[in-house]
Nanobody, 120 residues
Framework: QLQLVESGGGLVQPGGSLRLSCATY????????MGWFRQAPGKEREEVAC???????YYTNLGKGRFTISRDNAKNSVWLQIDSLKAEDTAVYYC??????????????WGQGTQVTVSS
């Protein structure tokens, strides 16, 4: 069964850090580009970052600066490190799989998301 399972979200104070995890099942993750999105309350889902099968990273304007995407193909896992968290980072964060090895094209598989809440 093809599956992406996110974890690592929670309640964190402003200025803190979180490392979100995405475990993948049912396919060879090493042959796909992988990405992270987020959806804040009342807003559309936005892409944060993408990483190719070889580890080349791409960040949207949203993701530049405080976000770091990484992967370990042997562990079938992708991570998103978020530093200096702000209240506006409050959102559901989703892991997603590209249709191919790069960061081009569509995303074809999504996780169910993990909630991140930034509040004092």
């Amino acid at each position: 069964q093809l599956q992406l399972v996110e974890s690592g979200g929670g309640l964190v104070q402003p200025g803190g850090s979180l490392r979100l995890s995405c475990a993948t099942y049912g396919f060879k993750m090493g042959t796909y580009g992988m990405g992270w999105f987020r959806q804040a309350p009342g807003k559309e889902r936005e892409e944060v970052a993408c990483i190719t099968f070889a580890g080349v990273t791409y960040y949207t304007n949203l993701g530049k600066g405080r976000f770091t995407i990484s992967r370990d193909n042997a562990k079938n896992s992708v991570w998103l490190q978020i530093d200096s968290l702000k209240a506006e980072d409050t959102a559901v964060y989703y892991c997603a799989r590209r249709q191919m090895w790069s960061c081009d094209g569509q995303y074809s598989l999504w996780g169910q998301g993990t909630q991140v809440t930034v509040s004092s």
